[in-house]
């Protein structure tokens, strides 16, 4: 059976996961998650607005999911291992599993910006954050008290 909505018809939600201190620059960005609205369960969709200041994300790799990125609005900085690419309206970002590349999109614009994100719902994926020492792995999927480790694999120290 088809599902038909429409994205104003889909909550809405912000902020991030991500412990404290690294929460805050990702705080006020906001998804629409587009895939489980209509019974689409192999792969994510998210509708995803970022304000002026803020950021999509910590710079992170993933081990076997694979990610699109479709701007549709406004202008952010791809920053990853190649240093830093301006995107705008139209432009299309893939980020394959395992490459290893750690990517992360900010907002440093006085206007809000949108694209779609695409990716898998592998129960193998394990991110990494080189920046902030982190990683995550699958178990983030089914512990979410504690879905952060250190790199050299202890909890994730929580406020």
Request: hydrophobic share 35%; with cysteine; aromatic share 6%.
């Amino acid at each position: 059976m088809t599902h038909i909505t429409h994205t104003d018809a889909i909550p809405e939600v912000s902020g991030s996961r991500y412990p404290p201190p690294h929460d805050a620059p990702c705080a006020p960005r906001r998804a629409r998650r587009l895939s489980p609205a209509v019974g689409v369960t192999q792969f994510g969709v998210n509708l995803c607005t970022i304000p002026p200041g803020a950021w999509a994300s910590q710079r992170h790799s993933h081990s076997h999911e694979d990610e699109l990125v479709v701007m549709l609005t406004g202008e952010l900085v791809l920053i990853d291992d190649n240093g830093e690419h301006v995107v705008g309206p139209g432009a299309v970002m893939g980020h394959p599993a395992g490459d290893g590349n750690a990517h992360q999109l900010v907002n440093p614009s006085d206007a809000d910006a949108t694209y779609i994100v695409v990716g898998g719902h592998s129960e193998d994926d394990f991110c990494l954050y080189p920046d902030i020492g982190m990683k995550t792995t699958a178990a983030r999927y089914t512990h979410a008290d504690a879905p952060y480790l250190t790199l050299d694999g202890a909890p994730y120290p929580r406020r």
